[in-house]
């Protein structure tokens, strides 16, 4: 079973599209990540999600809209795609709070966009 | 601001031998980190974490180590293996923050 899948793996579109992502997890946890990985393996976040609330918006562009339609989705999708827009961005997912504190971050496995 | 580094891109060691990688944070807020392994083509694997309230945790052939005085975090792998080549690592967080913050990462290569 996997715990948290994202689609597409690979994405290649030109300057100026609009692509989605999707991102979803069946580990019924309350908090979800976009994070974005750059060619130096860099790993930063761009939003946080929890009980389908926006929590963490890192200044990321307006071009960049998360959605949330209930807990265990989080989708991302990019207006005006840019050549710097290329990357690995990455869907995650955590049990934070309660007395236990923070827990492990579960990822997905990726999806490479490539803006041409 | 928060910052979380390491002090070697890359370690190349040779199989059988241990592995030590180091990890510096600089937000004295942290009470939780973690390691994890990444492949190439894959999503970041869940090594092992560790509490402030501990200096110290065991996994199977890891082991985390944390010194809050200097704020300092390190993972200790046992008898390295081929299976161990990857990059690795350190994040934190603290109580009441919705993000773990990533450090840059170090490529752990196995040699024959």
């Known amino acids: 079973d996997t715990a948290v899948s994202q689609t597409p793996k690979y994405l290649v579109t030109q300057m100026g599209n609009d692509k989605s992502i999707k991102c979803e997890q069946n580990?019924?946890?309350?908090?979800m990540y976009w994070y974005k990985q750059d060619s130096k393996k860099f790993l930063k976040i761009m939003f946080s999600?929890?009980?389908?609330?926006?929590?963490i918006n890192e200044t990321v562009p307006n071009r960049f809209s998360p959605k949330s339609p209930d807990k265990a989705h989080l989708n991302l999708h990019i207006n005006s795609l840019e050549l710097g827009d290329s990357a690995v961005y990455f869907c995650?997912?955590?049990?934070?709070?309660?007395?236990?504190?923070?827990?492990?971050?579960?990822f997905g496995q990726g999806t490479r966009l490539t803006v041409v | 601001g928060e910052n979380v580094g390491l002090h070697l891109p890359t370690l190349s060691v040779q199989e059988g031998d241990n592995s030590i990688i180091n990890c510096a944070y600089s937000n004295s807020a942290s009470d939780y980190f973690i390691w994890y392994k990444q492949e190439s083509g894959k999503g970041p694997q869940f090594i092992i974490d560790i509490r402030s309230n501990m200096d110290k945790r065991q996994g199977q052939r890891v082991t985390v180590l944390l010194n809050k005085t200097v704020k300092h975090l390190s993972l200790q792998i046992a008898a390295t293996q081929p299976g161990d080549s990857a990059v690795y690592f350190c994040?934190?967080?603290?109580?009441?923050?919705?993000?773990?913050?990533f450090g840059q990462g170090t490529r752990l290569t196995i040699n024959p």
């Open positions: 580990l019924g946890h309350d908090t």
């Open positions: 995650a997912s955590s049990q934070v709070g309660g007395t236990g504190g923070w827990t492990e971050a579960f």
């Open positions: 994040a934190e967080a603290r109580q009441g923050a919705q993000k773990l913050v």
């Open positions: 999600y929890n009980n389908k609330e926006l929590i």
